[in-house]
């Protein structure tokens, strides 16, 4: 496979449920991001990892949990969620965080709580 | 300080019409300006891009027209075709920035 990949594509959880996104990316990029996107909103940028380090946070709830185990694989762990989390999450990767690198997103988890 | 601005929310374009595409935004630091197209059921993937050093770029169909001073710049989709149809968004960034901000989106429908 090549490009960035998210599993599972669609997800429809509880709000007591405990979910995770998956994203994989296979361009030897060193950051990757998470974003949400709304409808007829902004896409919000959510986390930002440059080589498996945190380094942004943009005041998300901590319902979310993001997870960069190594510089291929991201994470975003969910609990208790609620209707207004409701949204297609996308993961992103770049060759680094330098001004006019391209972003490469992937397909997105459409997630519905109910 | 931080926001984009784009209009309009949607277009409808016959087949070989120009499609134009508008964002505004305030951070005098922004000095990089992409634009990404998405599909249906897609992640979005850049189109074109452009750096405040030059007042027009073109690839193709698609030209960047950029106002420094206005702080404004614009998408023209020149022959428009029903494959074009999509949502588009401006976005920004600075050299001192970790990631893009986007404006709200276009969604973009060519009539054939």
């Known amino acids: 496979e090549t490009g960035v990949t998210q599993t599972p594509r669609h997800l429809v959880m509880g709000m007591t449920n405990k979910k995770s996104l998956k994203c994989e990316q296979h361009l030897g990029h060193n950051a990757m991001y998470w974003y949400k996107q709304s409808a007829k909103k902004p896409l919000e940028l959510m986390f930002v990892?440059?080589?498996?380090?945190?380094?942004e946070n943009n005041s998300v709830p901590s319902r979310f949990s993001p997870e960069c185990p190594n510089s291929s694989h991201l994470f975003l762990h969910l609990h208790t969620l609620q209707p207004e989390d409701s949204a297609l999450y996308l993961c992103?990767?770049?060759?680094?965080?330098?001004?006019?690198?391209?972003?490469?997103f992937g397909q997105g988890t459409r997630l519905t709580v109910v | 300080q931080q926001q984009v601005k784009q209009s309009p929310q949607s277009l409808i374009v016959q087949k070989g019409g120009i499609s134009i595409i508008n964002c505004a935004y305030e951070?005098?630091?922004?000095?990089?300006f992409p634009w990404y197209q998405q599909f249906p059921g897609k992640g979005p993937a850049l189109l074109i891009a452009?750096?405040?050093?030059?007042s027009e770029k073109k690839e193709g169909r698609f030209t960047i027209s950029f106002n420094k001073s206005a702080k404004q710049f614009s998408l023209h989709i020149m022959d428009s075709q029903p494959g074009d149809s999509a949502t588009y968004f401006c976005?920004?960034?600075?050299?001192?920035?970790?990631?893009?901000?986007f404006g709200k989106g276009t969604t973009l429908s060519v009539s054939s």
């Open positions: 990892y440059s080589l498996e380090e945190r380094v």
């Open positions: 452009i750096r405040p050093d030059v």
């Open positions: 951070n005098t630091a922004f000095d990089y």
């Open positions: 976005a920004a960034s600075n050299q001192a920035g970790t990631a893009l901000i």
């Open positions: 992103a990767s770049s060759q680094g965080l330098r001004r006019g690198t391209e972003a490469f």
